[in-house]
């Protein structure tokens, strides 16, 4: 099973700590661009559909299998999504148009992740393998290889955008220098399949979510900082830093108070697993996703759900809003990504 989160979910592999390295050997790995977003490619285009619940989203197509991660790009204008189809597909926000297909990975696309100043995309699969991109140019710039076992989530750290976290199906959980491709750190401890891996605001801490548990790591010292009880296939911080939200077992999400490492909150609703929580810019709606094809936007001092979001046909691997907050994006085993206004 695939899960993924919001801002970008991946699998690494389970390399020991100087085994990675960086290959600026591209080959293989390439990328179509298009000047006229219009004339980009004939199978992918944006529509709109309307009906109960949906709030009339923007439908955007073209990817020929599952849709597995999403993430905006720090000015909102573009959109980064990956695909089972092992193609990473750009788009504009405003058209939804594709601007660049990058090609080159030879499994499915686990995770997408751009880096603070939106300059380079990180992104990783179950080919074992994480790929560097220049988006301007949509050329590759970099590789790791020598990884032995698929990466199943994937973070940049807000502060740093050479820092890249993983988290693997055996286990490990990894911080890599995205300009050499090495490991920096490894935190042990995990003996799980981790699916999801973030930063805190201040990149000082790194949350991790397997079957087992959540752990917060300390980011300096590499050293475990606290255990949460409850196992998750995704986790999120709040922008201020100080809850934690944790996509959990029995079709929940948790909220934790970072300060006391007490669950604040249990949002109840969805009628399946959830795959990727993500907090709003503000941080006072919290959107979550999963199996149940639904999507669902919470408020987070109530923990009562202000809007189901309806219209997809498969499960909702990714969720995350736009910068500005106007716009939630969400993927999905229908091979749809859909742009929805959640100001309304």
């Known amino acids: 099973m695939i899960f993924v989160t919001g801002v970008a979910v991946v699998v690494l592999a389970g390399c020991g700590g100087s085994s990675g390295s960086a290959v600026n050997s591209t080959a293989g790995a390439s990328a179509t661009q ?13 529509t709109q559909v309307s009906g109960p619940g949906n709030q009339h989203p923007s439908v955007l197509t073209g990817h020929t299998a599952r849709v597995t991660t999403v993430a ?10 990956g695909s089972a189809d092992k193609t990473v597909r750009l788009w504009n926000v405003a058209t939804g148009q594709v601007t660049a ?34 988006v301007a140019t949509a ?4 590789s790791f290889a020598n990884l032995t076992d698929q990466v199943t989530a994937i973070a940049v750290s807000p502060t740093d955008g050479n820092v890249l976290a993983t988290g693997s199906a055996n286990g490990p959980v990894r911080l890599w220098n995205v300009a050499t491709g090495q490991v920096t750190t490894t935190f042990t401890g995990n003996t799980n ?11 000082k801490t790194l949350a991790s979510g397997s079957q087992e548990s959540v752990r917060l790591w300390n980011v300096a010292t590499g050293q475990l900082a ?27 999400v948790l909220l934790y108070d970072l300060a ?10 969805h009628t399946g697993q959830i795959y990727s929580v993500a907090f ?53 085993e229908d091979s749809t990504i859909r742009l929805w206004d959640v100001t309304s």
């Open 280 to 332: 709003s810019p503000d941080g006072k709606v919290l959107a979550s996703g999963g199996n149940d094809t639904t999507a669902r936007l919470w408020n987070v001092v109530t923990g009562q759900t202000t809007k189901t979001l309806t219209g997809h046909t498969g499960q909702i691997y990714s969720v995350a809003f736009s910068p500005d907050g106007k716009v939630l994006a969400t993927v999905s």
């Open 193 to 203: 399949y981790v699916y999801g891996v973030a930063f805190s605001p201040d990149g």
């Open 101 to 134: 297909t990058f090609t080159g990975h030879t499994g499915g696309v686990f995770a997408v992740a751009f880096s603070p100043d939106g300059r380079t995309l990180v992104t990783a699969g179950e080919d074992f393998t994480v790929r560097v991109w220049n």
């Open 260 to 269: 006391t490492g007490k669950t604040i909150a249990t949002l109840t609703g």
């Open 34 to 46: 298009a000047p006229d977003p219009g004339n980009q490619n004939a199978s992918a285009s944006a």
């Open 226 to 252: 606290s255990t949460l009880t409850d196992g998750a296939t995704n986790v999120a911080f709040s922008p201020d830093g100080t809850t934690l939200a944790s996509a959990a077992d029995r079709n929940r």
């Open 72 to 81: 905006f790009s720090p000015d909102g204008r573009t959109l980064a999504t």
């Open 139 to 142: 050329k590759a710039t970099g």
